[in-house]
């Protein structure tokens, strides 16, 4: 597979799990695209401004790519911290709507600024890896370690009030959960991947420009979850990875890719209400590996029987 | 040692538009009782619960906190006082595991970095380890120890109004609101929720204030009784001072004239 395509998917599955991330806790949050344009301003800004970035060789130093990845999920941490409090009091449908207009103002303000290169966007950006399988190798240990971390979530105090709260956000305050907290460190959290991808894909695309961050986009990424699925972290991952290469393997169908893709994203949901991957399935899976091993260690028995002999008392 | 009682609710009234739920409902529950709240439908019963648990705003009145006031309190910090619930309607957190929804309930003791729960530490670990043996033995405590690994949605009735109990005495509660436990039970069924909460306020030293629309259970169970009808309190006692009120006679079965 083309390296460059990978690195696309992987940047996919990343999003999504930044979009499941306020899913978890019942919220329908669509701001991670514009998360997302912060973490790639702050990126692409800093390493075409400042010569300590960019670096002199032929390609930029990796504790510089780093340090942008950690000062974009930040900046983009720090913004979600600052307006969640106000914009989590909305549920369902409006916060759908709130984060929508969050990501437009954040999208006209980027268009706007005198240093983020207007309609065109910043271009140039320094690569710190020669190859797109450089970056595909990078961002799969970053996946990986996400993805980890998301399964720990998973497990833990915060991530179980997150499905108690998706469940019955009034019992899970009865049980003592406070929600709004609760909300906003989900919020906080996605928007801190957002930012951190941001920041890679920065470097990746070599240029940036406002319209990264736009609705179409927010669609997209709320697209990889539904598709994928909520309720596990291996769901968003699947559909970020899937619906990034749909359209470029499609492209041998020519005009048609664009209905097939369509038909994918409107199939998906009729067919697996809760998207592809599910805890039951995650499950039914586990136990089919598990007979199959156990099958595997009988037949394996019955071979050293058989080796040893007819045993006689 | 402070006299005043565990929980004082002073005079509480709650309209909704022109309805009056609650009108100048004043009580007072002891530490240690079993209180029982019964009353016709549409009596209130329900809506005192709310007021008392910050789900709903009084119109006037007050709910006092071992005397003192509680001002602009959420649920969950209620919940961090020792004030426990459950629901007419069971509210479980059907998608979680019938363990997962009991370790929720525990969520206040399960506090820890989030950096070191996600890098797993030893120690969180080991508390982890803890609190999952504390969620079956509340869990054994209810009965529901073998389904512990069951999806709640799976269960049948009355042991999904088993497991909400369970997840109500895991925030370790002082008072638990228990609204209508023995809906929908047969006669049984009814008898061994009996038991189970007379255990459970011995076992936890539990102040515990119950609905429940069957009158003899409740006389036999509660320590004393409050009757409401049409969101007033018409009575309030013994069960059998209560039971020869001629008030409650007639809000039960319409006066004789």
């Known amino acids: ?313 | 040692m402070s006299t005043a009682p565990l929980l004082e609710v002073a005079g509480l009234s709650c309209r909704f538009g022109g309805l009056v739920a609650l009108h100048e409902v004043s009580l007072t529950v002891r530490e240690g009782e079993i209180f029982g709240l019964i009353g016709p439908n549409g009596a209130g019963k329900t809506t005192l619960f709310n007021v008392i648990s910050a789900l709903t705003p009084p119109s006037s009145g007050r709910v006092l906190w071992r005397g003192q006031a509680i001002p602009h309190s959420r649920p969950d910090q209620l919940s961090r006082l020792g004030l426990a619930r459950t629901f007419q309607n069971l509210r479980l957190f059907d998608s979680l595991s019938v363990r997962d929804n009991v370790l929720v309930g525990l969520h206040r003791f399960a506090a820890s970095p989030l950096a070191a729960g996600l890098l797993g530490s030893a120690t969180v670990r080991r508390r982890q380890r803890q609190l999952e043996q504390r969620a079956l033995e509340l869990l054994a405590l209810v009965g529901l120890a073998e389904e512990a690994q069951l999806p709640a949605a799976s269960l049948p009735y009355g042991e999904r109004r088993r497991l909400e109990i369970a997840r109500a005495l895991a925030t370790e509660p002082r008072l638990l609101l228990l609204d209508e436990p023995a809906a929908g039970m047969n006669p049984a069924e009814k008898n061994d929720l009996c038991g189970l909460i007379r255990t459970i306020r011995d076992h936890f030293d539990l102040t515990v204030m119950i609905i429940e629309h069957h009158v003899p259970l409740m006389m036999r169970l509660c320590d004393r009784l409050a009757v409401l009808n049409f969101g007033e309190r018409i009575a309030l006692g013994s069960p059998a001072a209560v039971r020869h009120d001629p008030r409650v006679i007639e809000a039960y079965l319409g006066s004789a004239r």
């Not at chain 1, 695209?33 to 002199?56: D, H």
């Not at chain 1, 930040?74 to 549920?91: E, N, S």
């Not at chain 1, 915060?158 to 959960?177: F, N, S």
């Not at chain 1, 406002?210 to 697209?223: E, H, N, P, Q, R």
């Open chain 1, 1 to 313: 597979m083309d390296a460059g395509l990978l690195q696309q998917m992987l940047i996919g599955a990343l999003l999504g799990l930044s979009v499941s991330l306020p899913l978890r806790c019942g919220q329908l949050s669509l701001a991670t695209p514009g998360f997302f344009a912060i973490g790639g301003t702050v990126a692409a800004l800093l390493s075409t401004r400042i010569p300590a970035f960019a670096g002199t060789g032929a390609t930029s130093p990796l504790p510089a790519l780093l340090l942008e990845m950690g000062l974009g999920g930040l900046l983009a941490g720090l913004l979600a911290w600052a307006i969640g409090g106000t914009v989590l009091r909305l549920r369902g449908i409006y916060l759908a709507i709130a984060t929508i207009a969050l990501v437009e103002i954040l999208r006209v303000i980027t268009l706007n600024l005198p240093f983020t290169g207007g309609a065109l966007g910043i271009f140039g950006i320094p690569q710190p890896f020669a190859t797109a399988s450089g970056y595909a190798g990078f961002t799969l240990v970053l996946l990986a370690l996400v993805c980890w971390l998301c399964a720990r979530l998973e497990q833990l105090r915060l991530g179980r009030a997150m499905a108690a709260i998706r469940d019955d956000e009034l019992a899970a305050a009865c049980v003592g959960i406070d929600t709004a907290a609760v909300k906003l460190n989900a919020f906080v959290l996605s928007a801190l991947l957002a930012g951190v991808t941001g920041a890679l894909a920065a470097h990746f695309l070599n240029s940036w420009n406002a319209k990264v961050g736009s609705f179409d986009a927010s669609i997209t990424t709320l697209a990889f979850v539904v598709f994928g699925g909520s309720r596990t972290w291996l769901g968003p991952v699947i559909g970020g990875l899937v619906l990034t290469a749909l359209p470029e393997l499609l492209r041998p169908v020519g005009d048609l890719r664009l209905i097939v893709f369509g038909l994918v994203i409107l199939l998906g949901p009729v067919l697996f209400p809760q998207g592809l991957i599910t805890p039951q399935a995650l499950h039914g899976l586990g136990h089919g590996l598990l007979g199959f091993g156990q099958q595997l260690r009988g037949y394996g028995h019955q071979l050293l029987e058989r080796a040893s002999g007819p045993r006689r008392p």
